[in-house]
């Protein structure tokens, strides 16, 4: 460990213990240990394997049902096998150390409710909910999983509503289309409220979640980010971690002062 990196967690830490409320926003990269591909790192992201235009869109979705189905049950089949992280878990553990402690995820997986945060926001939605495309209404994740069994390795057509016969689709957020409204309100109105927001994992591109780290910054919060590569928000951070999420809010976890943890 090098003395820069040490001075770079020192500051971190200090920021940390003045702080009574922390927001934390993660990204793909925050479930990379746990085996889930992020999307954009070159060779093993899925956005290098796949067209988003072609899967994560309402088009895509009317196109071809099946296809886009499909891909996301295999996605459902991925993070159900997968389990949270020792960063998930550190986030837990630090819960006890705040006034508040939000989680603003763009992460699908549930792997931070899995790991037992409290306060967790899905603003890209949740691979484990789904609904009909046509009326809106839930559609069982029972019998999605069922339609999985029954499709094997196969292409799956997607579970018919039973209210008015439309294709149930995942309940994740596709590009053109609007954040949640109650988590989107929550998050902006936390950002707005926090002293220090830790930025885990995420390369800060998608919008309108990459404004959150802007609308902290603007009202006056410290920025702290853990990610191995730079990203656009790097330059108003305070601290800027180049560990991975596991290891560096593993350590962030040790050096926070011991009385003040549960
Ligand atoms: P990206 O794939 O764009 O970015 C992942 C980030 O995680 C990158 O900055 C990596 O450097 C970093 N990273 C990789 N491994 C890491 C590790 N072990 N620890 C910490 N960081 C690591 O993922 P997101 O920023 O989450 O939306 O992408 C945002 C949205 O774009 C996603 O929610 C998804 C995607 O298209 C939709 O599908 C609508």
Redesign the pocket.
Known sequence: MSALTDRLYEGAVRLLEQAKRLVVL?????S??SGIP????AQT???ARFR?EAL?TESAFRDDPSRVFSWYLQRLKMVRAAHPNP?HESLVAMESRFESLIIAT???DSLHSRAGSANVLEL?GSLERFYCADCGETVSTDEVLAAVRRGGEKLVSPVVCRSCGGLSRPG????GESLPEEPMREAWEAARNCDVMLI???????YP?AELPHVAWEAGASLIE????E?PVSGSCACTIR??????LQRLVMLLPPHEMD
């Open positions: 993660t990204g793909a990269g925050m990379q240990e992020t999307f954009r790192d992201g899925m956005w988003p994560a960063g763009q992460n699908v890209h994740v957020v596709w590009f885990v994992g995420t390369s800060a591109q998608v979640v853990i990610n191995p590569d990203t560990d991975s999420a596991a290891t560096g």
